[in-house]
């Protein structure tokens, strides 16, 4: 029998869950039969189960999504809505990631956009991938703010942003910016070119971003960061998801 010294002990040094296992074990005499071996593999194996739940649920928490509801598992692919499940597929594997690549999600509003960039979010974050959603506009104002501050921590932030191994821009190009917010997104573009990826939910095909850039050199340039790397997936549907399952209602 394990003494309660070894549980202080196991508990000092934060391994709780092992502590725990150990206890469970203790009291059932089913485990007595078993060879040491046997019983020390099922304690690491609820101590390293644990912290891989532990480091999940920091990687979700931090992402600061709307909703931790969305999953791909749960995607309909409704006739009308004409997803392509054979590149969500293969976007849920993650391989996108890993190299780099960015997802262009189109379509009106309601139709699911911000549902599935945020189960993509997900699946990257169970990948543990450090994820992070942002609204474009709280992402300008988050810089613009940074640089006008005199102590501003412009290069603090983008440097935060840099690390970031997929980051979700909801609302992109929503509505029209002006030069020196575009030339805020680009630095941020340019900073994350290569390193990581970005997932843009946006109304507007690409070819329309112009317009919503203002300066055509800002705009071509940012288009030349994101476009050529990027997975376009148009999201159609006859009815909205609010239309379809209410208001709060699944993507799925």
């Known amino acids: ?55 999940l649920n920091r990687l979700i928490k931090s992402a600061n999504f709307r909703t931790n509801e969305p999953c791909i598992a749960d995607i309909n692919y409704l006739p009308d809505r004409k997803l392509d499940r054979n590149l969500i597929q293969r976007l849920a594997t993650g391989t996108y990631i890993q190299e780099h690549h960015n997802v262009i999600l189109m379509g009106a509003s309601g139709n699911g956009k911000t549902w599935l960039a945020t189960a993509l979010g997900i699946e990257a974050c169970h990948q543990f991938h450090k994820v992070k959603y942002v609204r474009l506009p ?32 909801d609302e992109w190009l929503l509505t029209p910016i002006n030069d020196e917010q575009a030339q805020t997104i680009l630095e941020l573009i340019e900073y994350r ?10 109304q507007f095909a690409p070819e329309g971003w112009h317009s919503k850039l203002g300066n055509p050199q800002i705009a071509d340039a940012i288009l030349d960061r994101i476009v050529h790397d990027s997975y376009k997936l148009l999201i159609q549907g006859d009815k909205s998801m609010r239309e379809r ?7 799925a």
Do not use: W
């Open 138 to 169: 709280e992402l300008i104002d988050d810089l613009i703010v940074a640089k006008h501050e005199a102590n501003g921590d412009f290069h603090k932030i983008i440097e935060r942003y840099k690390k970031v191994e997929l980051l979700i821009i």
């Open 1 to 55: 029998m394990v003494n309660d010294e070894t549980q202080r002990k196991l508990r000092q040094m934060k391994l709780t869950s092992m502590a725990n296992a150990l206890e469970a074990q203790e009291s059932n005499p089913e485990y007595r039969s078993m060879n040491f071996d046997d019983r020390f593999k099922l304690l690491v194996d609820a101590a390293y189960a644990s912290l891989q739940s532990n480091r």
């Open 245 to 251: 399952y209410g208001i709060g209602g699944e993507f």
């Open 193 to 202: 070119s290569q390193r990581g990826s970005t997932i843009f939910c946006t």
